[in-house]
């Protein structure tokens, strides 16, 4: 553990106190504001088709990213630092845009598999479909800025050099007060657990393998999360901007949580800045998967006990 709160102190110690402040009080007013009139669940995912879909989102990731960063550069960025990729502040935004409105396979495969079976193998393709998609052209960026700041064998974060379990599992440990909870909360429980997707399952209700596979699956989307945001936007973006990275990764992180209840909105923030902080010093985000599988799993878990709604498989 002491590894990690050496992290936390040079963190602190290291960044820039104005861009610390201006990105919370960014984020905050984010927040405020779509909480406020609900842009992302009335406006950007009512939108007609993907392309305009894509528009939308991107242009919400584009201001939670870029505006901090352009405050980096104007009032933080050290003048002697490596020459700062622009267009990887640009780029970065429609990647995860990409990502969220990307789409088509779910009817093709629904066409091929008739009726439920097809219905359940949509579902669970699709997160894995998405990671693919999300490294490919991560590693197609790779390969573009194929230098001594991007290539090398720890790639995206992806190493286990210099990592220990036990500090990532406490953390763990220690978040489950807070799911316990948020399991309480009825905004909680009208989007957790995700396994509900499954209930056109009924009346027999999704078997044990069903639910293994799906958890497997949306498991997996949390892997594309880590590999974008602490592995590209940290773990890259740090051989650019150094811990100042850490904070314009966490308002565009907060800003993918729109959708998602309040009080889980504003701590993806912090949680943000924590993973942040660990994938920065670490070299690593091994630590952030750990986490945040473990984080999501917990939730599932909880609303399922919570609501009680599911029929055992």
């Known amino acids: 553990m002491q590894a990690l709160f050496t992290y936390f102190q040079d963190f602190f110690h290291q960044t820039n106190k104005p861009f610390l402040i201006f990105c919370t009080a960014f984020a905050a007013s984010l927040i405020f504001v779509n909480f406020k009139w609900d842009i992302e669940p009335k406006w950007l995912a009512t939108l007609p088709n993907r392309p305009v879909k894509f528009a939308g989102f991107y242009g919400l990731y584009l201001l939670a990213f870029g505006i901090p960063y352009l405050f980096y550069l104007l009032f933080v960025r050290p003048s002697a630092q490596n020459p700062f990729p622009i267009v990887l502040v640009i780029i970065a935004p429609a990647i995860f845009a990409l990502k969220v409105t990307a789409g088509g396979w779910q009817e093709l495969i629904r066409s091929f598999v008739p009726g439920n079976n097809g219905r359940f193998l949509a579902i669970i393709s699709d997160w894995p479909i998405r990671l693919l998609i999300t490294a490919s ?53 009208q989007t957790y657990p995700k396994l509900k997707a499954l209930s056109f399952l009924e009346p027999g209700g999704p078997t044990t393998i069903q639910k ?17 945001f602490r592995g590209f936007l940290v773990v890259i973006f740090t051989r650019f901007a150094g811990p100042a990275a850490i904070l314009p990764m966490a308002v565009f992180y907060c800003s993918i949580h729109f959708g998602k209840p309040l009080l889980e909105c504003i701590s993806s923030y912090f949680g943000g800045i924590l993973l942040g902080i660990i994938a920065c010093y670490s070299q690593s985000i091994i630590g952030g998967i750990i986490v945040h599988l473990g984080l999501a799993w917990m939730m599932e878990l909880a609303a399922i006990l919570a609501s009680n709604r599911f029929i055992k498989g």
């Not at 960026?141 to 700041?149: A, G, H, P, S, W």
């Not at 293994?212 to 974008?228: K, R, V």
């Open 212 to 228: 293994i596979l799906y958890e497997l699956s949306y498991g997996s989307d949390f892997f594309t999360i880590e590999l974008f």
């Open 137 to 189: 052209i991560l590693l197609l960026i790779q390969f573009l800025y194929k230098t001594t700041l991007i290539s090398g064998a720890e790639g995206y974060g992806l190493t286990t050099q210099n990592f220990k379990w036990l500090p990532y599992l406490l953390m763990v440990i220690a978040i489950v007060p807070l799911v316990a909870y948020a399991a309480g909360q009825p905004a909680f429980l």
